[in-house]
């Protein structure tokens, strides 16, 4: 197993501009999340599903956000008419759903650097 | 609303103890989790407490204390790989982690 893949890497893209960030997560992981980090903060929640199903979303997260998992295997998370506050890393993270006790450790991938100029 | 504080930045020599606090305010509790994460690069998982107590495991050791809200990261023996950022993480009443902003550590030989 390769961890939780995420492409690309680094993106620059114009104020306007559409872009798309795919995740591959560690194939017997059924949860996966989309978080949004910028330097010297903590990762920022912005949803997560189970399997197929889009289960929370953020409130911070505007209508120009949207994510999909289709097949409840890779995931997609599109931000439309990109904004330069929208620069930041998008960290994906994948887990299998925890015990009772709730212990859901999540694996991330190495995340998507977005600068909007 | 949800807080987690931890200090922003610390320093420390090689070869020396260091302990990372976070204390937290969360709409309940089901676990602390303490990851690592070196500058450009995903974090990864270190500790993951939920009863009150020490937790050791290698060099790093995580303490809890329910009661107080608080939580501490020890790093013992310290290499210079050491030098990364520590994030507190809290899972509350709805399974939602709520993150600290992490705190850089800096290793000096």
């Known amino acids: 197993d390769t961890g939780v893949s995420q492409n690309p890497r680094h993106k620059i893209t114009k104020r306007g501009q559409n872009v798309t960030f795919r995740c591959d997560p560690i194939s017997e992981h059924n949860r996966l999340y989309w978080y949004r980090q910028t330097l010297g903060q903590g990762p920022e929640f912005l949803t997560y599903?189970?399997?197929?199903?889009?289960?929370?979303k953020s409130r911070l997260l505007s209508d120009r956000f949207s994510a999909e998992r289709p097949k409840g295997s890779f995931s997609t998370l599109e931000i439309q008419r990109t904004e330069q506050g929208d620069s930041a890393m998008y960290l994906c993270?994948?887990?299998?759903?925890?015990?009772?006790?709730?212990?859901?450790?999540?694996?991330f991938g190495a995340g998507s650097r977005l600068t909007v100029l | 609303g949800q807080n987690i504080d931890q200090p922003t930045e610390m320093t420390a020599t090689e070869g020396a103890i260091v302990q990372i606090n976070c204390t937290y305010q969360t709409s309940g509790f089901n676990g602390l989790f303490w990851y690592q994460q070196h500058a450009g690069e995903a974090p990864t998982f270190l500790s993951y407490?939920?009863l009150d107590g020490l937790e050791e495991k290698g060099r790093f050791s995580s303490f809890l204390s329910r009661s107080k809200g608080y939580s501490y990261l020890l790093l013992k023996e310290l290499q210079m790989k050491d030098s990364a950022s520590y994030l507190c993480a809290v899972l509350d009443s709805n399974y939602q982690l709520i993150w600290g902003a992490g705190t850089k550590l800096i290793i000096k030989p």
């Open positions: 599903f189970q399997n197929e199903a889009q289960l929370e």
């Open positions: 993270a994948s887990s299998v759903q925890g015990t009772a006790s709730g212990a859901n450790v999540l694996t």
């Open positions: 407490n939920v």
